[in-house]
T-cell receptor, first 116, second 116 residues
Framework: KAGVTQTPRYLIKTRGQQVTLSCSPISGHRSVSWYQQTPGQGLQFLFEYFSETQRNKGNFPGRFSGRQFSNSRSEMNVSTLELGDSALYLC??????WGLGDTEAFFGQGTRLTVV | AQTVTQSQPEMSVQEAETVTLSCTYDTSESDYYLFWYKQPPSRQMILVIRQEAYKQQNATENRFSVNFQKAAKSFSLKISDSQLGDAAMYFCAYRSLIQGAQKLVFGQGTRLTINP
């Protein structure tokens, strides 16, 4: 059974550009969450999607957005990139969102975004 | 808001020996989940062990066990018979059961080195 797949693995962008990251959950999993990992702030929750609906959102500016497709694949978008957006972006999938059942989250290997 | 604190940025242990990683958290909730995740150089977060707050018995997974002290809000991880493959960043995490707040809140992490 394939794990959580995040693409691309590495990305370099220029300030002011926008970027789209992709996450394909484990087959059958319908919930996807996104986290940002930086040396200074650690791991911070971005948002959670289930059945194409955003269920939960972290404290990030509106430049950070996401969506989920009918096949449960999710994308997150960051517009008007800033140097501080450089981070490892991790995606986690689970069978159900945590509010609907006790379920384990499985993480992907992340996308390393560098903003120059 | 809940916070998770890992006071040991780095720890090292000799192969085959035992090491304990510390974690404290702050919450006003009575029921929640606690986790230890491992992040090796591959960057993928791997669940090591989890504890439901309503269970008094400490969780155990093979060489990994926890010491859960609910009143003290402490959740330490003990690794017995340390192996070279245990070298990684270890993150303690909290998850609320409250609707809309069911995200993982992570500590800053402890880098564990295993000396051969």
């Amino acid at each position: 059974k394939a794990g959580v797949t995040q693409t691309p693995r590495y990305l370099i962008k220029t300030r002011g550009q926008q970027v789209t990251l992709s996450c394909s959950p484990i087959s059958g999993h319908r919930s996807v969450s996104w986290y940002q990992q930086t040396p200074g702030q650690g791991l911070q929750f971005l948002f959670e999607y289930f059945s194409e609906t955003q269920r939960n959102k972290g404290n990030f500016p509106g430049r950070f957005s996401g969506r989920q497709f009918s096949n449960s694949r999710s994308e997150m978008n960051v517009s008007t990139l800033e140097l501080g957006d450089s981070a490892l972006y991790l995606c986690a999938s689970s069978l159900l969102p945590w509010g609907l059942g006790d379920t384990e989250a499985f993480f992907g290997q992340g996308t390393r975004l560098t903003v120059v | 808001a809940q916070t998770v604190t890992q006071s040991q940025p780095e720890m090292s242990v000799q192969e085959a020996e035992t090491v304990t990683l510390s974690c404290t958290y702050d919450t006003s909730e009575s029921d929640y989940y606690l986790f230890w995740y491992k992040q090796p150089p591959s960057r993928q977060m791997i669940l090591v062990i989890r504890q439901e707050a309503y269970k008094q018995q400490n969780a155990t997974e093979n060489r990994f066990s926890v010491n859960f002290q609910k009143a003290a809000k402490s959740f330490s991880l003990k690794i017995s018979d340390s192996q070279l493959g245990d070298a990684a960043m270890y993150f303690c995490a909290y998850r609320s059961l409250i609707q809309g707040a069911q995200k993982l809140v992570f500590g800053q992490g402890t880098r564990l080195t295993i000396n051969p």
